[in-house]
Nanobody, 122 residues
Framework: QVQLVESGGGLVQAGDSPTLSCSASGRTFSRYAMGWFRQAPGKEREFVAA????????YYADSVKGRCTISRDNAKNTAYLQVNSLKPEDTAVYYC???????????????WGQGTQLTVSS
């Protein structure tokens, strides 16, 4: 069992570059690929970024490619998502998730955090 807790959201200005964190419980964090997803009001939850267990492979959604960096620190049991040059359309609840293998498919992730709200004002 892995418990995930996101942090770093809040009300930010357009153009800001916050870093979201995802802290995992337990000693098995390094066994899991990590993904970030987001869900805006009235929309489906969508893939943002994913990173493999060692960090050697990373995937990004086209909507954030070039503006987003996913990383992880296995010694700290934490995954990160930095989103640069925020836009109002980036407003959403951001979720981190853990899965057996890296994927853009949310259905393949086993454990999910509760999410952190990121609101971007123009």
């Amino acid at each position: 069992q892995v418990q995930l807790v996101e942090s770093g959201g809040g009300l930010v200005q357009a153009g800001d570059s916050p870093t979201l964190s995802c802290s995992a419980s337990g000693r098995t964090f390094s066994r899991y690929a990590m993904g970030w997803f987001r869900q805006a009001p009235g929309k489906e939850r969508e893939f943002v970024a994913a990173i493999s267990q060692t960090g050697s492979t990373r995937y990004y959604a086209d909507s954030v490619k070039g503006r987003c960096t996913i990383s992880r620190d296995n010694a700290k049991n934490t995954a990160y998502l930095q989103v640069n040059s925020l836009k109002p359309e980036d407003t959403a609840v951001y979720y981190c998730a853990a899965g057996v293998s890296i994927s853009t498919n949310r259905n393949l992730y086993i454990y999910w955090g509760q999410g952190t709200q990121l609101t971007v004002s123009s």
